[in-house]
């Protein structure tokens, strides 16, 4: 299985939203139907899940959100819960985008919550993780990718069919337009198995965890990140905003898996 997941971020209104779901849609449907070793994923902002929901059900394409909160009801001001996400029809939910770990101060601990939040109501968590440039340069690339993985996983047992997706950004490549290597995106898939498999069973890290990469994918380059065994999708922003650009990485998505 591999996973092509879009991040529309905060870049469209509801309804840009709806017309770029549609669109998706129309272009992954015919395809994803004989296609159902790719999960296409669109991630859009809380305001249009609604009617985003609306749209990709009973379709090949999922919805997940962009975030969510820990509790699932009470007095939090502007937050959502994972029941709520799961009642509007997501299916997986992103967790410490690395845009919330710089603008709004997200922490490991917090993503811990969430992640048992979401796995509590049925949804699959897509953590983010990824070191900053000035980590990466200073040797701290690995700690740092090891200590948020540890920390999200913190006290989390996956029951019964349970998944966790975790997403490997390198921070700086975010919206830069220049992907790493693919070759030192798979060396830190390695460390991030690596890391699960101290925590969890093998046979559970196998089953029931993925890791994907993210930061500046695109057509011209998601072949060379799916040609590794080990990179199992990619989390995009940018090039998830371009139908005609999405639907085919949905395609080369198919084709690595078929290889
Ligand atoms: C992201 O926001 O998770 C992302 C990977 O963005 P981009 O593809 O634009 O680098």
Redesign the pocket.
């Known amino acids: 299985m591999k996973y092509l997941i879009g991040?529309w971020?905060m870049q469209l209104n509801e309804s840009e939203s709806e017309a770029l779901a549609a669109e998706v849609v129309r272009l992954w449907a015919a395809q994803g139907a004989t296609k159902t070793d790719v999960t296409v994923v669109l991630c859009p902002s809380h305001m249009a899940l609604e009617e985003v929901g609306k749209i990709t059900r009973g379709t090949p394409v999922a919805m997940g959100a962009q975030d969510t909160f820990w509790e699932d009801k009470g007095a939090f001001t502007g937050e959502i819960s994972a029941k709520t996400l799961k009642e509007l029809g997501c299916e997986y939910c992103l967790v410490g985008?690395s845009e919330r770990r710089q603008f709004l101060a997200e922490t490991d601990e917090m993503v811990n919550k969430k992640v048992q939040a979401l796995l509590r109501h049925g949804l699959v968590p897509i953590v983010c993780v990824g070191e900053t440039l000035d980590e990466r340069n200073s040797g701290r690339r690995d700690s740092v990718v090891i200590s948020q993985v540890r920390v999200a996983m913190n006290g989390v047992r996956l029951v019964g069919a349970q998944r966790v997706i975790i997403a490997y950004?390198p921070r700086w490549?975010?919206?830069s337009g220049n992907a790493v290597a693919p070759e030192s995106a798979a060396e830190m898939h390695h460390l991030i198995i690596s890391t699960l498999q101290e925590l969890f069973a093998a046979d559970i890290v196998d089953r029931q965890f993925s890791v994907i990469y993210?930061?500046?994918?695109d057509s011209k380059n998601l072949a060379g990140f799916l040609a590794m065994d080990v990179i199992r999708g990619s989390?995009?922003?940018?090039?998830a905003l371009k139908p005609l650009e999405f639907a085919a990485m949905a395609e080369i998505a198919a084709d690595a898996v078929i290889k």
């Open positions: 991040n971020k985008h950004e490549v975010i919206g993210g930061g500046a994918a989390l995009v922003g940018g090039a």
